[in-house]
Structures are given as structure tokens and as C-alpha cells.
């Protein structure tokens, strides 16, 4: 079947730190590799994405790789502010089809 | 407003009570889309709509959920005979085309079952 595994939380951090969240997916068809992001108090939004093996999602500092070979799209951002403190989820969707597959969050804090 | 608007943001239900959780998508989104959000966990589908046609309702859980969007744009998730595990963060999501990350997503409405 198709899933995503993440790395349990929380992850604490000092700002200016590296973070680095794991990620793996197990799929059949060809999946599209999403990171999303749901801040305190607010909805969940799509952070980067990547549709196929390879590609580079970036935005906000924050980046990932679909990488095939090693079935991972880790989430890492070269220094983090405590602002990006939030629930952070993997997600995959199989083409052509109509939803989105979750992991099952990662919680982020960043102290000052 | 310009999101996905949800209501109540809250609900506690008695066991065995019917509950009905409404969603007011983003203005002329085609697509809407109802996820389950159990505590710890992750979204999980539930169902999607194309205007007011339910085009796939494969992760209802069982025949006591049931959704509708009739005119193609406000939608309703009722639960008939709610069930302690039924208590989950329900969230609505629309957008304007087919692609489920294209979706925005509301707060979403907190169901407590005592």
C-alpha cells in the first residue's frame, strides 16, 4: 500500500540551528512528494513540493529531495528561526488520484 | 472571508448523538476535499466532491458518516450516532482544480464525544 513515515517528535532546536526531518514513503504508481506545515492555531499549508525523482521543492529556506533510490524526501533548512515552530507533515499523492496520504507529524520547536 | 471557513470550530457530542459539521469553501472552488485528524496523528481521507458530485468516498469509515454538497459549494459531513472514536479534527479543504495539493485548507472543527 502506499504510506509515509516520519520521524517522531518533538524536534527542539536553538535558532540558527540546522534541522533536518526525515521522511520515507512506501507507494505503488508514481507518487508526488509534499512537505506541509500547520502553525499554531492555523490550517494546514503546503510548505514544497516535488513531483518527480530528483527534483529540488524549495520556499521559505526550507528544501527536500525525491530521492527514488533511497525512497526519502527529508525536509532541511540550514538555519532555523522561531518562527517555522509548527507541526510539520510528509505527505505523498499517487497520480491521478484524489488525496493526499499523510505522515503522521513532526512537532518543531525553536527557542531563542 | 477569503479561506476555507469551518463551523462550529468546536463540537462535544454526547455518545450516540448526531452531529453535523458544516465547510464554506473558498469562493468558485471546484474541488473540496474532508480529511480526519485523529490526536498524534496525521490526515487521513475521507471524501471528495467535483461540484455537488461525491466522486469518491472510499475512506468514510463507516455507514453513520455521510457527506453531501448539493449546490456544489457549502458541504456538510454528518455523523449519525457518534462513537468515542469517532473524536477527531475533521478538515475541509478546496480548490479550484482536481490536484489534491492544490487544495487550501480551513482550521478545521474539533469533535470531542463524551
Known amino acids: 500500500g502506499n504510506s509515509v513515515t516520519q520521524m517522531e517528535g518533538p524536534v527542539t532546536l536553538s535558532e540558527e540551528a540546522f534541522l533536518t526531518i526525515n521522511c520515507t514513503y512506501t507507494a505503488t504508481g508514481y507518487p508526488s512528494l509534499f512537505w506541509y506545515v500547520q502553525y499554531p492555531g492555523e490550517g494546514l499549508q503546503l510548505l514544497l513540493k516535488a513531483t518527480k525523482a530528483d527534483d529540488k521543492g524549495s520556499n521559505k529556506g526550507f528544501e527536500a529531495t525525491y530521492r527514488k533510490e533511497t525512497t526519502s524526501f527529508h525536509l532541511e533548512k540550514g538555519s532555523v528561526q522561531v518562527s517555522d515552530s509548527a507541526v510539520y507533515f510528509c505527505?505523498?499523492?499517487?497520480?491521478?488520484?484524489?488525496?493526499?496520504?499523510f505522515g503522521t507529524g513532526t512537532r518543531l520547536q525553536v527557542f531563542p | 472571508g477569503a479561506g476555507v471557513s469551518q463551523s462550529p470550530r468546536y463540537k462535544v457530542a454526547k455518545r450516540g448523538q448526531d452531529v453535523a459539521l458544516r465547510c464554506d469553501p473558498i469562493s468558485g472552488h471546484v474541488s473540496l476535499f474532508w480529511y480526519q485528524q485523529a490526536l498524534g496523528q496525521g490526515p487521513e481521507f475521507l471524501t471528495y466532491f467535483q461540484n455537488e458530485a461525491q466522486l469518491d468516498k472510499s475512506g468514510l469509515p463507516s455507514d453513520r458518516f455521510f457527506a453531501e454538497r448539493p449546490e456544489g459549494s457549502v458541504s456538510t459531513l454528518k455523523i449519525q450516532r457518534t462513537q468515542q472514536e469517532d473524536s477527531a479534527v475533521y478538515l475541509c479543504a478546496s480548490s479550484l482544480g482536481d490536484r489534491p495539493w492544490e487544495a487550501f485548507f480551513g482550521q478545521g472543527t474539533r469533535l470531542t464525544v463524551v
Open positions: 505527505a505523498l499523492s499517487i497520480y491521478n488520484t484524489d488525496k493526499l496520504i
